[in-house]
């Protein structure tokens, strides 16, 4: 979760508003501060290449003649190396706090246009409106290719290779791991994101952009709930869905991979019994994989029954949710919500979104399922762990 103050969890409980405020750099120079805009929405995707993006539309009235569309490569909003910095202001009565949301670049202007007004027999600009898509800051590393293949120059540290790759500082979520031998890295489209992905994998989890815009990495295991999601009057929770689907549910994986001297190894690992068995209804469902940290039949062995157990979800299911803007929220997050009928879902956020509404939109893969007892006076609560109203009102935070 994002860190926030200590009073702010209280303020997302009652009434709040909300204001993005969005400066404009160019490398380390601010070029514009405090833009206005008339719309945005940003969404996060732990699944996705590219970890973190949106969409935001700037309205400009200048004190002066002065447009803001983009014509060269240098400009304000133009796309080329153009960043956004971006906070969401809350406030409440004499309450302001401001939260980071990230650093996005600038990768598309699909539509920018200015009014026009006649002054003193010339034609001035005295408005314009830009619409921007914008990437977190890992599309630059995905851009960023090896001109040839190449191996690491060291293999002590698998943090220390990945801040060398991204050229952004990192925080160290998860302990260090040294590069397995006779790694290569290819010259190939999105070459250098993947060898960072590698990376994160040899270190157990998935890399990306913080809203600081440091490099970091979600574990593949989950921690603790951070959040808590409740019904009621004053309750978070707007309206919580049910799916289930089998896209995305591999119940094969196949690993090709290379020794260090080009020799193909070939891996299979299957489900063999129960409801996702190759051999039931169900029928074969195939995921690919390769990856140049494997050299060894022990390797690829290990590495396809790991992504095997990853995608095969047997112990999980989605359930899209939308609640009260929450700007702590972060991918990876684990979060229990109430369900009407007693039952109390744990999971972890694998997406969300939110915009220029006081709603957010997430999913989470559900991990566990309890029940709860709804309490039986307004002095009690329930509690986040157990499940049941055994705790007393305020002797926790929501979120804490």
């Not at 949106?54 to 803001?68: C, D, N, Q």
């Not at 408005?127 to 977190?136: D, F, H, K, P, Y």
């Not at 040839?148 to 991204?166: G, K, V």
């Amino acid at each position: 979760m994002r860190v926030v103050s200590e009073n702010l969890p209280a303020v997302l409980a009652d009434d709040f508003s909300t204001r993005l405020i969005v400066d404009a750099f160019y490398g380390p120079d601010r070029t514009m501060p405090d833009l206005p805009q008339s719309g945005w929405e940003l969404r996060w995707d732990s699944e996705a290449a590219i970890k973190s993006g949106g969409k935001l539309t700037i309205t400009y009235t200048p004190e002066v003649a002065e447009s803001l569309t983009p014509t060269q490569f240098a400009d304000v909003l133009a796309p080329f190396g153009q960043e956004l910095n971006l906070l969401l202001e809350i406030s409440a009565s004499d309450f302001v706090e401001t939260v980071q949301l990230g650093h996005y670049r600038i990768v598309a202007v699909p539509d920018a246009r200015d009014v026009h007004a006649e002054f003193m027999g010339d034609t001035i600009a005295v408005g314009s409106t830009v619409e921007l898509t914008l990437q977190s800051r890992e599309v630059a590393v995905q851009r960023a290719g090896f001109r040839s293949e190449q191996s690491p120059p060291s293999l002590a540290s698998c943090w220390a290779e990945i801040q060398r790759l991204t050229g952004m500082q990192v925080v160290r979520s998860v302990p260090d791991a040294p590069i397995p031998n006779d790694v290569v890295y290819l010259a190939e489209q999105g070459g250098r994101l993947k060898a960072v992905q590698a990376l994160a994998g040899v270190l157990g989890g998935v890399a990306y952009v913080t809203p600081d815009g440091a490099v970091s990495i979600i574990p593949n295991e989950p921690g603790d709930v951070v959040l808590e999601l409740v019904l009621g009057e004053h309750g978070t929770i707007l309206d919580v869905a049910h799916s289930m689907e089998s896209e995305g549910v591999y119940n094969e994986v196949v690993g090709n991979f290379q020794t260090e001297d080009r020799t193909p190894i070939y891996s299979v690992a299957s489900i063999t019994d129960g409801p996702l068995s190759v051999d039931g209804p169900y029928g074969h469902y195939t995921r690919y994989y390769s990856s140049p940290f494997v050299k060894t039949q022990a390797q690829a062995d290990s590495a396809v029954a790991a992504i095997l157990t990853q995608v095969s979800s047997t112990q999980s299911y989605r359930v899209p949710l939308r609640c009260i803007l929450d700007p702590r929220v972060e991918d990876g997050d684990m979060v229990s919500v109430q369900r009407p009928g007693g039952r109390l879902l744990v999971g972890r956020v694998v997406n969300h979104k939110f915009s220029d509404s006081r709603y957010m939109d997430m999913e989470i893969d559900v991990t566990r399922i309890t029940t709860w007892s709804a309490p039986t006076s307004p002095d009690w609560e329930i509690h986040p762990t157990t499940g049941y109203g055994l705790e007393p009102f305020g002797s926790y935070g929501y979120g804490e």
